[in-house]
């Protein structure tokens, strides 16, 4: 068996020139991956289907073994072909394959599970018909993998095929024609025509025309005879495009069934029985669409496209990309002027002093023989006074409600939590520092270990949720401000929650209420606070809640803090402007410290 593969392996390889000739004499990729057993097939995560790409690495898989177990040996370069045309046609990229997904996932509701099956069969019929009409036997391929009793869906796909390449029913498609499967049929056929060149646009149509079948025949749209036809099921893993929360317009627009689109319909709106208005009046009967996914979406979409990351770090990666555009300028501490260091010369270096000290160069031009403490050399390093002033970070202390009130954030958009991420990624942007603490008391306590640097890890801990207790335990911030030393970096504290903080900083705890640890732990900070408020509007136009709510948020403001309520968007973008325009310079730290 191992001979008659290396011989099919030699026929293929010298197919594979040809193969990228149908696309262009410019493509270039490298050879495929060739497998010859299951453990190579294993190795390369291939599963069920004879071919497959990965475009996180631009890579074409082929089985030889299953090559020649359904005796495909003649047609080498039909399928490397196909296989090409993924990496170079449809879905091409990491971030188009996610696109592609998201358009069909939104012709399918209620069946988004099977997106990226939906999609295999629309890329394959771009490719497919590409291939078919330059002169290639794409037809052969599928006689020769025959299909029986695959269900509707299946008959379906390969009746498309034979009306586009003009066959005699029931050439491809062994199953049943009836009336509907052949209108729907040649609905497909227009669609694929029409949407040849903006493939992305045609998706939706193409999943709303496979919704009613998938509905019937669930379970042999993800497994069965379709199976060794899937080669695109996993081609996103490793990969984690950007640009996914937000949505384009023409996603939602596009999830019409075909019929429905006068492009391939022929029927003009006007001529429809009492229809007026455009495809987006028609569904859900409003005009204004939503321009960015809720975060499960966004989680969503990537494991569709077979991220294998954690569904934490998607939901963190899906704030990131929503607060990047709005980072604003952090605040730093100045001093008069800089120092300047400069070398003033050469020092004998002694064992016992830090071997960093060094200067090896300076050691072996002394003398190429090494002798520590006598031929070692130090460089002495003086300063100057600079001409610019010096800018230290100021560090950040963000801590979250993780109470029921709040709501997980990696469900809906949380405004609040939206609103840290921006001012995290902004302080360590400018170089600072940030400490996570999440709190929903009384009831759990979680955070970073100190103030931290990695980004991934003070989103992961910001998006993350307890759904404990009532509110942040605002008496915290004692573990973290009762000994701060005063030669430490001054720290911003930042505290995102709800209304219910009022009651909490009203608590007594080790003889001292709320409102004097929070007063306290600001003056020990050294850089100003802000608490985030998430005041619904039902709440700030409700006379009781807000005669409540007023006085205590001024409170708050004669101690030192800042206050913002931010429940939408348009707050969101008013907090961020007016953090930005704070200054915590020398003049206002010594303001707070007099506090």
């Known amino acids: 068996m191992h001979g008659e593969l290396d011989a099919l392996k030699t026929i293929w390889q010298a197919a594979w020139p040809g193969a990228l000739a149908y696309w262009s004499r410019f493509v270039q990729l490298s050879e495929p991956s060739w497998c010859f057993t299951h453990d190579d097939e294993r190795r390369e995560s291939l599963a069920g289907s004879f071919a497959m790409i990965r475009l996180v690495d631009h890579v074409v898989v082929i089985s030889l073994r299953q090559v020649h177990k359904h005796g495909l040996h003649n047609f080498a370069t039909e399928i490397l072909a196909h296989e090409i045309g993924h990496h170079v046609y449809c879905p091409a990229d990491l971030t188009d394959n996610a696109r592609l997904l998201a358009r069909i996932r939104a012709g399918l509701p209620t069946k988004e599970q099977h997106g990226p099956v939906v999609s295999n069969l629309y890329t394959d019929l771009l490719i497919n018909h590409r291939l078919q009409r330059a002169g290639l036997n794409i037809a052969g391929v599928y006689q020769k993998l025959s299909v029986k009793n695959a269900g509707r869906l299946w008959t379906l796909y390969m009746r498309i095929y034979e009306v586009l390449w003009n066959l005699p029913r029931g050439t491809l498609a062994a199953g049943k024609v009836d009336a509907r499967i052949n209108a729907d049929a040649s609905l497909g056929a227009r669609l694929i025509r029409s949407y040849s060149a903006e493939w992305l646009d ?131 501490r100045e001093t008069p002027a800089a120092i300047d260091p400069y070398p003033e010369g050469l020092d004998p270096w002694d064992v016992g002093e830090a071997i960093e000290d060094v200067d ?46 709040m709501g ?19 302080a360590l942007r400018a170089g600072s520092r940030v400490k996570v603490v999440l709190s929903g008391e009384p009831g759990r306590t979680i955070g970073t270990d100190g103030f931290v640097r990695d980004e991934m890890l003070v989103l992961k801990t910001l ?133």
């Open 202 to 332: 045609g998706a939706g149509r193409f999943a709303c025309l496979c919704l009613p079948y998938l509905l019937e025949d669930e379970q042999l749209a993800s497994a069965g005879p379709m199976r060794a036809w899937l080669d695109t099921q996993d081609a996103g893993a490793g990969g984690l495009p950007d640009g996914l929360a937000e949505i384009d317009e023409s996603e939602i627009e596009g999830a019409i069934h075909p019929a429905d689109d006068p492009e391939l319909s022929g029927v003009a709106k006007d001529e429809r029985s009492g229809e007026t208005g455009d495809a987006r009046e028609r569904i859900g009967g409003q005009k204004t669409l939503k321009k960015y996914r809720q975060p499960f979406e966004y989680a969503d979409v990537l494991q569709a496209t077979g991220a294998k990351a954690p569904r934490e770090e998607l939901i963190a990666r899906y704030y990131r990309e929503r607060a990047m555009p709005w980072l604003v300028r952090f605040p730093q």
């Open 360 to 405: 090896w160069l300076a050691t072996v031009m002394t003398s190429p023989q090494i002798i520590p403490g006598v031929t070692t050399r130090q460089r002495l390093i003086g300063t100057s006074p600079g001409t610019t002033p010096e800018r230290t970070p100021i560090d950040l202390y963000l801590g979250v409600d993780c109470s029921g009130s």
């Open 408 to 426: 997980n954030p990696a469900d809906h958009l949380s405004y609040p939590v939206l609103a840290g991420a921006i001012i995290a990624l902004s």
């Open 463 to 595: 998006t993350d949720y307890l759904g404990t207790g009532t509110t942040f335990g605002i008496h915290r911030l004692a573990e973290t401000f009762n000994h701060y030393p005063q030669s430490a970096r001054p720290v911003h504290i930042l505290i995102v929650t709800d209304n219910d903080i009022f009651s909490m900083l009203d608590q007594c705890k080790s003889e001292k209420d709320g409102w004097t640890i929070a007063r306290d732990s600001l003056a020990a900070a050294r850089g100003g606070g802000t608490y985030v408020l998430q005041l619904p509007e039902y709440l700030l136009n409700h006379a009781g809640a807000r005669q409540a709510i007023h006085p205590q948020c001024e409170r708050m403001k004669s101690d030192g803090w800042d206050v913002a309520n931010i429940d939408s968007m348009e707050e969101l973008l008013q907090f961020a402007r007016r953090f930005s325009e704070q200054s915590y310079g020398q003049a206002d730290l010594l303001r707070l410290e007099a506090k």
